[in-house]
């Protein structure tokens, strides 16, 4: 005769009914004989289409919520063991793991120890998977860096950062557009295909109490460094041309839509490279916009103003002025909308304005 005893619960997670013989002899052999579903020892029919990491910062730790999407091939679950697991997952030096997520403890989940991550034994039947976990690092008054590892071949990584005032640096993740989550802006950053294994660099710094983005000092850094470089070298110019002949207003303007031109080339490289956030790119790429077209204005006012009263055709205002008969004088970029051009181009590609310094500017 036998009775029940207890529930279990079996590798594909249903439940079994434990049974025991009533009136057991000492000595005496019960034996109960089970049947497992079918499995596939086989870790290369799991693949990591996607991972989604939210991260937080406030003044004293960084929260990590993870969420790693799991594909297994269409068949019978896949499973390991704990000497050969389908999955390690670790977290970077310093951090607490927090836990798993209720779906991701039926996934097998076997502590590693130490706290350097945990193990996916499985099984883990076909189809999609969410396998999520958090963690915490303690920060400190100049921010956080983390280096993350994944589990296996992470085709699309996204890292989400709650936007609290945050300037971020990465080798590995490229920016993305933010974007608004409920009451809450997340800056956004994306990588592909990330080996197994490889590092992840992310640094969070805080932004100062000056209120102003490290991005945007930076941007307002290039400005500042390409006016000093024109004053200082302004007087050497003056000095030299003292010498041979004097500078003329058209000689002056020139001079500075060049710095201007060298600060919107400068500026345009540190957004491409990531060093600034495109609102504060935007902005300051409007202000040396404008800027560069009062000059062009100016200079093409100066221009006329020398033809009128007749400069000598040796001297360099008129050698300017007949140079700018013959071709644009607008630098790299048109004095209506402020795309680059080329020098030969008599509209401009991207407004259709007249670059035709004689003409008048569309914008």
């Given amino acids: 005769k036998l009775i029940a005893s207890s529930d279990l619960r079996s590798d594909a997670d249903q439940p079994l009914k434990a049974w025991a013989r009533a009136g057991l002899a000492a000595g005496e052999v019960f034996q109960i004989d089970l049947t497992l579903p079918e499995s596939r020892l086989d870790p290369t029919l799991l693949s990591i289409p996607r991972g989604d990491i939210w991260l937080e910062l406030d003044d004293t730790r960084m929260t990590a919520t993870i969420d790693i999407q799991i594909e297994v091939e269409p068949g019978a679950p896949v499973a390991g063991t704990p000497d050969a697991p389908l999955l390690h997952v670790s977290i970077p030096t310093g951090a607490t793991l927090q836990g798993v997520a209720p779906e991701a403890e039926a996934l097998g989940v076997i502590p590693t120890g130490a706290g350097v991550g945990f193990n996916i034994v499985g099984p883990i039947g076909p189809g999609t998977t969410s396998l999520g976990y958090s963690y915490v690092m303690p920060a400190r008054p100049e921010g956080v860096a983390l280096d993350m590892r994944f589990p296996g071949n992470v085709e699309t990584l996204n890292v989400l950062i709650a936007d609290t005032g945050l300037a971020l640096e990465s080798s590995r993740l490229h920016r993305r557009r933010p974007f608004r989550s ?21 640094s969070l710094v805080p932004i100062g109490a000056t209120g102003l983005p490290q991005s945007a000092s930076i941007g307002l850094a290039i400005v500042a460094a390409a006016a000093g470089a024109f004053f200082l070298v302004a007087p050497l110019r003056s000095a030299s041309r003292d010498k041979a002949a004097p500078e003329s207003p058209l000689d002056r303007i020139q001079a500075e839509l060049e710095m201007i031109y060298t600060a919107i080339r400068d500026l345009d490289h540190d957004f491409e490279t990531a060093k600034l956030e495109e609102s504060d790119y935007a902005q300051m790429r409007e202000e040396l916009r404008a800027e560069a077209i009062e000059l062009l204005r100016s200079e093409r006012e100066a221009t006329a103003r020398a033809g009128q009263e007749g400069e000598p055709s040796d001297s360099p205002s008129a050698a300017s002025s007949a140079t700018s008969e013959s071709q644009p004088q607008i630098g790299a970029y048109c004095p209506s909308c402020g795309e680059a051009v080329t020098a030969s181009w008599r509209f401009c590609s991207h407004c259709g304005g007249d670059l035709n310094p004689s003409g008048e500017a569309s914008g």
Avoid: C, Q, S
């Fill in 182 to 202: 409920g009451t809450r802006n997340y800056l956004h950053r994306e990588a592909f295909n990330i080996d197994p294994d490889e590092i992840v660099d992310l």
